[in-house]
């Protein structure tokens, strides 16, 4: 019996199963680099969040968005201009309103939102102060 066509065959499949496992190697270690990567990117990221947080306390808060209607900035310039804290009836004069119930008590309605928004505080009954 002539065992050299068996002995050829074998080499064959071990030279694939050979050329498969080098193949699969070369896959491995791609892959393990390509993990190493997303690992080191993991961590940087993990870094810059550590950073950013611990610096978040540090930033100024963003003043609160005014509402729309035109008189809020002429308000909080009357108050930047002033030297103490101003009654309703001080700001309707500031803003060049007529000294009406219901311009008065307009305005005490917008002096309430922005003390409501944290930009102006009850210096005491009827009085807002811009906040310090």
């Known amino acids: 019996m002539n065992i050299r066509p068996l002995l050829d065959a074998l080499d064959l499949q071990e030279d694939a199963a050979r050329a498969l496992a080098d193949d699969l190697r070369a896959q491995i270690d791609g892959l393990q680099t390509r993990l190493r ?42 108050f930047n201009h002033a030297t103490g804290p101003l009654r309703a009836k001080d700001v309707c004069e500031a803003l060049g309103h007529e000294l009406l119930p219901k311009n008065v008590e307009g305005t005490r309605a917008k002096l309430k939102r922005l003390v409501k928004l944290g930009i102006l505080t009850d210096a005491d009954t009827g009085n807002s102060a811009r906040k310090q």
Do not use: N
């Open 37 to 78: 990567e997303a690992e080191m990117h993991l961590e940087h990221l993990t870094i810059t969040r550590k950073t950013v947080t611990g610096l978040a306390d540090r930033l100024p808060a963003s003043p609160p968005e005014l509402p729309e209607h035109p008189d809020y900035p002429r308000i909080l310039a009357a």
